[in-house]
């Protein structure tokens, strides 16, 4: 495993915008030294059952962008969610910044370009994107230099972004108390994401830890924010030296039983184009399909 040696000096006032409906944070990154910022994994706002699209969370992640005139350099999407849908493009036409993913992503959009039946209009390339990152690489967030390291397990696609201390994990860990995310998503493995964990908690102990979700375990208040040195201690799934063959045991048991997240179907036809909804149909309106058991 290659070293990772955050810049810990360096530390981003880190904004979290957490979204009811989903239980998805969405970041806000401010540079210490200038007024340049990264959104991390920004969130559209749909109403499934009437098949409406709206914008409230995305509108307030504008509005504090605005407000602290921040400049954004980078709308970063730590993997293709399938459980909420990208604001992406909607913040990036109005504020502007690159839009990154990890390399992974030519991967998801071949499996569900498969799923969802694509024609050759579908570009599985990645090309949606300004950005695919490869593990190890550095961007610029003003003066910030800031690192993308591959973690898989949970999708292909999973990268941490690390932000001088703060880490930006997606859905590679939940809070000590929650554990980690399910692995048995097409390209998901229990054991790549134990792995992917250890990168994770292989960053120096005081990194702070920033979570895509929170589901408030046991009553809890809603939390998103941790450090390495107490998942290592803490967390009940990899915590307190718990082994790869333990984890896997555990991971694999506990996704046999879960059901599908209740917006993946319109969330990956989403996010799969970089947060675009599907291009109009003959009649100027977009759809979103619904696979008959497809998955
Ligand atoms: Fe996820």
Not at 2 to 25: H, K, Q, W
Not at 75 to 104: C, F, M, N
Not at 257 to 267: A, C, F, G, H
Request: charge should be negative.
């Amino acid at each position: 495993m290659r070293p990772y040696t955050p810049d810990l000096s360096v530390r981003p006032e880190v904004t979290g915008f957490f979204d009811p409906a989903t239980n998805t944070i969405s970041y806000v990154v401010k540079d210490p030294g200038s007024a340049a910022c990264a959104i991390v994994d920004s969130v559209m706002d749909i109403d499934y059952a009437a098949g409406r699209i709206s914008h409230d969370h995305a509108d307030q992640i504008i509005a504090h962008v605005r407000n602290r005139g921040l400049t954004v350099d980078w709308l970063i999407e730590t993997h293709v969610h399938a459980d909420h849908l990208s604001a992406a493009p909607y913040i990036q036409q109005r504020l502007g910044g690159k839009l990154g993913i990890g390399r992974g992503i030519t991967v998801v959009q071949d499996t569900f370009g498969k799923v969802f039946n694509e024609g050759t209009e579908f570009r599985r390339d990645g090309s949606q994107f300004d950005r695919l990152f490869d593990d190890g690489d550095t961007y610029r967030v003003g003066g910030m230099t800031c690192l993308a390291i591959h973690t898989p397990g949970h999708t292909p696609a999973c990268m941490t972004h690390v932000m001088g201390d703060a880490a930006f994990v997606g859905d590679t860990l939940f809070m000590p108390d929650g554990g980690s995310a399910r692995a048995d998503f097409p390209g998901g493995d229990a054991g790549t994401l134990y792995d992917s964990i250890q990168k994770v908690l292989s960053l120096p102990d005081e990194t702070r830890l920033f979570m895509c979700h929170d589901y408030g375990p046991n009553g809890r208040e809603i939390r998103w924010e941790t450090t390495v040195a107490e998942e290592k201690a803490h967390n009940i799934h990899v915590g307190g030296g718990k082994t790869k063959e333990e984890f896997v045991r555990f991971r694999t048991e506990r996704d046999a039983q879960l059901d599908m997240p209740r917006l993946i179907i319109p969330s990956l036809q989403v996010n799969m184009r970089g947060g675009e909804l599907p291009p109009p149909d003959g009649d100027g309106r977009r759809y979103l399909k619904v696979p008959v058991n497809a998955l």
